[in-house]
């Protein structure tokens, strides 16, 4: 079990320095960075453990090396703010109808719900 835990975080700092050499710009400090990768890669290397049993020394580097990944691309941030695309809303950018000079009481409003026939007494 030492053994895995070792090999584990040891995946998790390298795959940590590895993203942080190659996506330096869009991620927060360094120090945070390698410190997330072997720690997340431990927690899922020991979790994996405990779900397999002893024996699956490849399948739980392997979910350590994954749950290293999935927390890493968590402290990814956006490029700038010039490289958001915000999507619009098709139903919310039209605004309201345009009738009897744009007023709301020109908007119409549905009527309330009566209840079904099989709600009323028998």
């Known amino acids: 079990m030492f053994w895995e ?21 869009r991620l927060p400090d360094r120090r945070l960075v390698l410190a ?25 580097l392997v979910c350590a090396l994954g749950v290293s990944a999935a927390l890493l691309s968590l402290l990814f ?21 345009r009738g009897n000079g744009g007023s709301a009481a020109a908007v119409r409003r549905p009527a309330p719900a009566r209840p079904s026939a099989s709600y009323g007494p028998r």
């Open 36 to 60: 997330t990768g072997p720690v997340a890669a431990l927690v899922g290397g020991l979790i994996a453990r405990t779900v397999l049993g002893p024996g699956h020394v490849v399948v739980t």
């Open 5 to 25: 835990a070792l090999g584990s975080a040891a995946l998790g700092l390298a795959l940590a320095y590895a993203v942080d050499r190659r996506c330096a710009a």
């Open 77 to 97: 941030r956006d490029e700038g703010p010039g490289h958001r695309q915000w999507r619009k809303d098709p139903l919310r950018a039209s605004g309201p109808p």
